[in-house]
C-alpha cells in the first residue's frame, strides 16, 4: 500500500525527496510522491513483459517497508498479483480504481513494481509481450535489463551518509538560493541526531559549511546553524572538541547579543552543549569572556524569560562540574560577588520555571568550597530572597493550579535555605 511521505513542520519534504538535484537526476520525484518511471515505448517489448519474465516462480508475499533515519521515508508495498489479476478478471472497475490510487504512488522493489504493471495489464498481451522478449536477441536483451537495472537504482533508499552529502554539497555552492541552504540546513538538524552521523559530519565537511553559514546575513540560517552544531556536540566529547578547534566559540557568544531572540536562543544553545563537562571548552568559554555574556543575561530582566532559564541552567551546570571533579579547575568567576548576585537576583521573578532554575544554579554555587557564604548573605541578601519567596509559595498553595509544583518548589528551597545556613555556620564557627 502506497504510504504519503512525511513532512516536516514547515510542510517540506525530506532531504531525499526535496534536493533539487537528486529531483532532477532522477525524474522520478515530484509534488511529495513517488512518480512511476516512464515505461518503454510500444516499438518494443514493454517492460512489464520483461519484470514478468524475471519474476517467473517468484508469486507471492509482500515486500518489507524501507526507512531511513532521516524519519520513517515509507515506500510502496505491493499486493500479491493474483488479487490484481482477479479484480481485472472479475471486471470489477471499483477495485482497478483502488488498487491505482494505493500503487501508482512508487515502487519500493522490482517485485512490487512487477505487480503494479501486472495489475494494470491485460494478462493476454502479458503473455504476448513474454513470448516476444524469448524472441530478443542476446545485445537487445542485456540492453533492456541495464534499463531495468538503472530504475532501480533510482529507487533505492540512499544511506545518511549520501543525504548529508547531498546537503553539504548545496551548501558549498555559491549560486544555491537561500531556500536551498535553509532547507540543507533544516534536513542536516535531522541527520546529526545519530551520534555516528554527528561523528561523520567533519568527515564529510559539514562542520565548515555549517560553520560558514554562522555569517549568513539571514537569521535564520544563523540560527539553525548554532541549532545544527549544537546538536551535534551534545554529550559528544569528539565533536565538541572539533568544533571548538574551528574557533567557534567566540563566534557564538556574540550571537548570543543578536537582535533576533530565536537566533541568541539557539546560540546559548550551543555554547552550552559545546562546553558542558569539556574542561578546554570552559577554559575558552573564560578566555572569551562567557561569564559577562551569562552575568549580562540575567540581570537583564527586558530579555527573554527563555535565555534566563538557559544561562540559569549553564550555570548551574558549570558549578556541577566542579563540584563532581573535585574542583580540579576552579572558574573564580562563580565566586565573583557581582555574578553570584545575578543569579540571586533571578529568584524574584515571577516565573516560576526560571526561580526553579535559578534555585538550582544557587544550590550547586554554595556547595563550591571557595564560594562564600557571607557574599551571598550580605551582598545578594540570599536570606532576605529566600524568605520573601517562602511566603509567596504559600499564597500559591493555597490554588488548586499551584500547589502542587509550588509544594515541590518550596521543597527545593528549603534545600537552598539548609545549604546557605549550614555553609554560614561552618565560616562562623572558630576552632579552640
Not at 516462480?57 to 499486493?79: C, M, P
Not at 534555585?359 to 571557595?370: D, E, G, H, M, N
Not at 528549603?414 to 554560614?424: M, N, R, S
Request: hydrophobic letters at 40%; proline letters at 3%; a negative charge.
Amino acid at each position: 500500500m502506497f504510504c504519503r511521505l512525511p513532512q516536516d513542520s514547515s510542510g517540506r519534504l525530506p532531504l531525499f525527496f526535496s534536493t533539487r538535484k537528486r529531483a532532477e537526476n532522477s525524474a522520478l520525484f515530484f509534488d511529495g510522491q513517488i512518480r512511476s518511471p516512464p515505461l518503454p515505448n510500444n516499438n518494443s517489448p514493454s517492460l512489464a513483459s520483461l519484470l514478468f519474465r524475471r519474476r517467473a516462480g517468484r508469486r507471492g508475499g509482500g515486500e518489507k517497508a524501507n526507512v531511513s533515519s532521516l524519519g520513517g521515508i515509507f515506500w510502496a508495498t505491493g499486493k500479491d498479483e493474483s488479487d490484481l489479476v482477479a479484480a481485472l478478471e472479475a471486471e470489477d472497475p471499483s477495485a482497478v480504481d483502488r488498487d491505482s490510487d494505493e500503487l501508482a504512488g512508487g515502487f519500493s522493489s522490482l517485485d512490487s513494481m512487477l505487480q503494479w504493471a501486472i495489475g494494470h495489464s491485460d494478462p493476454e498481451k502479458l503473455k504476448e509481450k513474454a513470448n516476444d522478449v524469448q524472441r530478443l536477441s542476446t545485445n537487445e536483451l542485456k540492453k533492456r535489463q541495464l534499463e531495468i537495472k538503472e530504475l532501480m537504482e533510482r529507487l533505492k533508499t540512499p544511506s545518511d551518509a549520501e543525504l548529508m552529502k547531498i546537503a553539504i554539497s548545496d551548501l558549498n555552492n555559491s549560486s544555491s538560493s537561500v531556500e536551498d541552504r535553509q532547507r540543507a540546513l533544516d534536513e542536516l538538524l535531522i541527520l546529526v541526531e545519530p551520534i555516528d552521523n554527528a561523528n561523520d559530519l567533519d568527515k564529510l565537511g559539514g562542520l565548515v559549511a555549517v560553520i560558514r553559514e554562522l555569517h549568513n546575513a539571514e537569521p535564520e540560517i544563523r540560527k539553525t546553524s548554532a541549532w545544527i552544531l549544537g546538536k551535534a556536540s551534545q554529550n559528544n566529547a569528539l565533536v565538541q572538541n572539533q568544533i571548538l578547534e574551528y574557533g567557534v566559540l567566540q563566534i557564538l557568544i556574540k550571537m548570543v547579543g543578536s537582535s533576533s531572540t530565536e537566533e541568541a536562543i539557539k546560540a546559548l544553545y550551543a555554547i552550552s552543549a559545546l562546553i558542558r563537562n569539556n574542561e578546554h571548552g570552559q577554559e575558552l568559554f573564560c578566555i572569551s569572556k562567557g561569564n559577562l555574556m551569562l552575568q549580562d543575561i540575567m540581570r537583564n530582566s527586558s530579555l527573554d524569560v527563555r535565555l534566563q532559564k538557559k544561562a540559569a541552567l549553564l550555570v548551574a551546570d558549570l558549578a556541577d562540574h566542579q563540584l563532581h571533579n573535585a574542583e580540579n579547575m576552579k572558574q573564580s568567576f562563580l565566586s565573583n560577588h557581582i555574578f553570584l548576585k545575578s543569579v540571586v537576583d533571578l529568584l524574584s521573578s515571577a516565573d516560576l520555571d526560571l526561580q526553579e532554575k535559578a534555585l538550582l544554579a544557587i544550590r550547586s554555587l554554595l556547595q563550591l568550597s571557595y564560594t562564600d557564604a557571607s557574599d551571598f548573605k550580605a551582598f545578594c541578601g540570599l536570606d532576605r530572597v529566600l524568605n520573601r519567596m517562602k511566603e509567596q509559595l504559600e499564597k500559591l498553595r493555597t490554588l488548586e493550579e499551584h500547589k502542587d509544583y509550588a509544594r515541590e518548589l518550596e521543597g527545593l528551597r528549603e534545600e537552598v535555605y539548609t545549604i546557605f545556613h549550614q555553609k554560614l555556620e561552618k565560616r562562623s564557627w572558630v576552632p579552640t
